[in-house]
């Protein structure tokens, strides 16, 4: 199959295209920078506009959540990178050829703070003027608009990505490594993690089950609170979980961004395991054992 993959210089999009190049698809990524090598399989594209000429268009783009502090500049640079750039792809959409699908990253912000509610794709969305659940509502209904091409549209409403070379395992990990990690807040709320590996195999899950479409849970069966996650974590790193900061302390470091952290969802993967999927790694311990010790 031809697969552009928009945003797939990234932590999840290097993974999904090194998947997609080693089954035989063949992968253009779209970036910012396209002065890049080719590789076998694999070519980098700008932007650009007019029809795509692709079976499948996977959109991962987004500016990072936690590259910087979120003023009013910065918020609007996430919000447009979302839902705007979402809303230029579809429009390339109205016209032949089209792809048979498009799948749409979204995140389980879109849940909001739900204490210990257990969320699966039903649940409502979070309160409205919480930044990030607003930002996931209008990115989703941007790629909705596609279904009126006829172009069948999956909603991958990510929970946190654990992969060896980035992601929360890295931003987590680095204070553990010189034994000062811990919880952050009261530790009790609710962290939906998925493996990089899993959440890579969902989307091609996604892709190639016609099925499939709408909202779908990119979170690993098992959620754990935050205390839990820490415990695991400075044990398969071998390091104690001891010092935990405070969610006052947070907000004054963090600003805004520390709510992505001190915000508690329980979403479970119920469109996922109905479709057939079948986590590799639906365990905590085991999941990142596997990937630190790579
Ligand atoms: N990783 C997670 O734990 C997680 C959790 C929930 C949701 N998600 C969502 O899933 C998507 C992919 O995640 P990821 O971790 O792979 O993301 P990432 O590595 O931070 O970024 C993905 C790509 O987005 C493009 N990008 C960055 N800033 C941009 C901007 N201002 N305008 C246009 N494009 C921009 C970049 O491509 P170029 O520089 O090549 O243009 C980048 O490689 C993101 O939308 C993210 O919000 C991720």
Not at 241 to 267: D, I, K, N, Y
Request: glycine fraction near 12%; aromatic fraction near 8%; charge should be positive.
């Amino acid at each position: 199959m031809k697969v552009v993959v928009a945003g797939g210089s990234g932590f999840i999009g290097r993974r999904l295209a090194r998947r997609l190049v080693d089954r035989g698809d063949h992968v253009t990524i779209l970036t910012r920078n396209p002065d890049r090598p080719a590789e076998e399989g694999l070519k980098w594209a700008a932007y650009g506009d007019g029809p795509f000429d692709a079976d499948v268009v996977v959109n991962l783009a987004g500016e990072n959540l936690f590259g910087k502090r979120w003023s009013q500049k910065q918020k609007a640079v996430m919000r447009k990178s979302r839902v705007d750039q979402t809303a230029a792809l579809v429009a390339r959409m109205a016209s032949e050829p089209r792809p048979k699908v498009l799948v749409q990253a979204s995140a389980i912000g879109f849940y909001g703070d739900r204490g210990d509610e257990m969320l699966d794709e039903a649940s409502k969305p979070g309160a409205a003027g919480v930044f990030l659940t607003d930002v996931c509502r209008d990115w989703e209904m941007a790629a909705r608009a596609a279904n009126d091409y006829g172009v069948r549209v999956v909603l991958l409403r990510i929970g946190v990505v654990l992969g060896p070379e980035g992601g929360a395992v890295k931003a987590m990990g680095t204070p553990f490594r010189f034994f000062a990690g811990g919880p952050v807040g009261s530790g009790r709320q609710w962290m939906s993690w998925v493996h990089a590996e899993d959440l890579v195999g969902l989307v091609l899950h996604c892709v190639d089950n016609e099925d499939t479409s709408g909202p779908i849970n990119g979170a690993a069966p098992n959620p754990e609170r935050m205390n839990a996650f820490c415990k695991a974590l400075g044990r398969a790193m071998g390091r104690p979980s001891w010092l935990p900061v405070p969610g006052f302390v947070l907000r004054v470091m963090l600003g805004e961004v520390a709510t992505v952290l001190l915000g508690s969802q329980r979403v479970l993967p119920k469109h996922a395991e109905v479709s057939g999927f079948v986590f590799r790694h639906p365990d905590l311990g085991e999941a990142l054992k596997d990937l630190l010790g790579r």
